[in-house]
């Protein structure tokens, strides 16, 4: 649920005009080790975060969220 609402936030900063390195810096403080890449389509901006994250400190499993704001979007 942080990946998810972490892509949310650092979507909705660079559609309003935010450095996409901002979108990184979201991410990476909602979830230890995550990352974002950006992208633009459509009059959307799309952030990607993904992590691996360890399930009973067994078994790494690789997660990830996707989310979309309009571009220039308040």
């Known amino acids: 649920i942080r990946l998810e609402d972490a892509a949310a936030d650092a979507a909705r900063i660079v559609a309003r005009g935010e450095p996409e390195g901002r979108a990184s810096s979201i991410v990476a ?3 230890d ?9 459509d009059g ?3 952030v990607t975060a ?6 009973a400190g067994v078994a790494s499993v690789p997660v990830s969220a ?3 704001a309009l571009d220039g979007g308040w």
Do not use: D, K, N, P
């Open 50 to 55: 993904r992590a691996v994250v360890r399930i």
């Open 44 to 46: 959307l901006v799309c």
């Open 29 to 31: 403080a909602a979830v």
């Open 66 to 68: 996707t989310s979309c």
């Open 33 to 41: 080790g995550a990352r974002a890449g950006v992208s633009r389509s």
